[in-house]
């Protein structure tokens, strides 16, 4: 995620925030303090203008994290994980963890950011009918409908938006199919992309350069909306146990053998890769399990090693390039599985039984081929 700035923890939920909030940010101050306020309310100075327009921002930044903190309150109050929160330019992505989610759970949490919305764009509303004309009224009176907006927006049934999940969790509830309930919501998703745009683009020939806005926002919900149904068949293809990916034909090294001991065992495991079957010859030459008194220590990716000097084989010993990857216990399934390894990028990792001994070694290559060859043949 370097793509975004880490703010903290609230509640042990990781806030993020996309790089280009902040050029967002900056936009939206700027209309504001140059358009829509001296609009509204032309007695104020040019000053004012800015300090309002600036606070604004601020607030609408506040409504998006808040909206998106609301969903993962609801999460964790259903007992779903969630792990970060993303702030991206049209609103906020709430990482939550698809495991135990059920139809209803699935529903509860995707309204409770829209009803926040709807409850703090009321406020709002409310602080503007109280108010005199002033500095409090304009900021409260652009509140109230920003956040009236966002909950509107939200709301359309497109895939991921809050919308399209409530259309998917009903869809689902309905016909007890996650498959055919995602594929219709994130069709949802990928039509109200290309809908936006069209407008985009007609907004740039008929009036002016804002469409551009409609094009980038619409083409981003039409990716992600193929990326929400896609995670779901590959959740689908591998909820099945980790034993069939488990290859017990790999190499282990102890934490004092040399690098140039190591070399030639891979050398070795390189001839017995022309006669073995192709399957254990990915995993053979890929990595070795590092294994002292039985633990392991980690594993020796030997594409590194291979980078070292000639003097640095000698010298070395596996205690110093080891590296420490988790460990996959033996119950967890295919998907968990694969999970941990993209998330730490591990293409190879050990397998153990619940005493911490090695059983064998798991090659992310082996699923994504499983994998290729499931949805490549169901896709259509
Ligand atoms: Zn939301």
Redesign the pocket.
Same mark, same amino acid.
């Given at each position: 995620m370097k793509s975004s700035l880490n703010l903290g923890k609230v509640h042990d939920i990781g806030i993020f925030i996309h790089y280009s909030w902040l050029f967002i940010f900056l936009i939206v101050a700027w209309s504001l303090a140059t358009d829509m306020f001296p609009y509204y309310y032309p007695e104020f100075t040019t000053k004012t203008y800015w300090i309002i327009g600036i606070i604004s921002a601020v607030l609408l930044f506040l409504s998006v994290l808040l @909206?998106?903190l609301s @969903?993962s309150i609801a999460a964790k109050y259903s007992g779903i994980k969630v792990s970060s929160i993303t702030l991206f330019f049209f &609103? &906020?992505v709430a990482t939550i963890d698809e495991e135990g989610i059920s139809p209803m759970k699935e529903m509860m949490i995707?309204l409770a &950011?829209?009803l926040f919305s709807i409850v703090f764009g009321m406020i709002f509303y409310l602080i503007l009918q109280i108010t005199e004309v002033n500095i409090i009224s304009a900021i409260a009176f652009y509140l109230s409908r920003i956040n009236l907006i966002l909950a509107f927006f939200?709301m359309i049934p497109a895939y991921p938006l809050?919308g399209g999940r409530v259309l998917r969790a009903f869809l689902w509830g309905w016909t007890n199919d996650l498959k055919k309930a995602t594929m219709i919501a994130s069709k949802g998703g990928k039509w109200f992309g290309i809908g936006l745009i069209v407008i985009g683009v007609l907004n740039i020939f008929f009036f002016n350069f804002g469409g551009l806005w409609f094009v980038f926002l619409g083409g981003f919900l039409y990716m992600i909306a193929g990326a929400g149904y896609q995670q779901v068949l590959i959740k689908q293809e591998l909820e099945i146990p980790l034993t069939d990916f488990i290859n017990k034909n790999f190499e282990k090294v102890s934490l004092n053998e040399s690098i140039a001991e190591i070399m030639k065992k891979a050398m070795k495991s390189k001839t017995l890769q022309d006669t073995s079957t192709q399957e254990n010859a990915l995993a053979l030459q890929n990595a070795f399990i590092v294994i002292d008194k039985n633990k392991v220590k980690g594993i020796i990716k030997i594409k590194n090693l291979k980078e070292l000097s000639d003097e640095k084989k000698k010298s070395l010993k596996a205690k110093d390039v080891v590296e420490i990857v988790p460990l996959l216990n033996q119950s967890v399934n295919a998907y968990s599985a694969f999970n941990i390894m993209m998330r730490t990028h591990n293409s190879v990792l050990p397998v153990v039984n619940n005493k911490q001994e090695i059983i064998g070694i798991v090659d992310g290559n082996k699923i994504i081929n499983y994998l290729n060859m499931k949805i490549g043949k169901s896709s259509e």
């Open positions: @909206h998106e @969903h &609103g &906020g995707a &950011g829209p939200n809050d």
